[in-house]
């Protein structure tokens, strides 16, 4: 094989691969409300208590005016915006 043609091989298999994994990373900071202790905390994406949601939580963090914010709870995944669970306080 040739120099060229093996950096070009080299190239698009980099891309192949990188591309999903990006993508499985970006799923898997979002909060699976099906999680255990999710679950356990009652976690929504949706609230379910008007005037209390994630991003007026004092346990929120991060920007809190994108759709998905950090939690002091749930450490390396986000929670949306709009969600909720049972230890919500208020900001
Ligand atoms: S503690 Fe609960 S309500 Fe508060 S930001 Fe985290 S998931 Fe949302």
Redesign the pocket.
Known sequence: MKRREFLRLSALTAGATLIPVKTLAAEEERLDPSDPQAQA?Q?THETPVEGQR?DN?I??NGDLSAEW?G?N??PGRL?NAG???S??AAR
């Open positions: 905390l976690y994630c939580c346990h929120a914010v939690c709870l749930f929670v969600g909720w669970c230890v919500w």
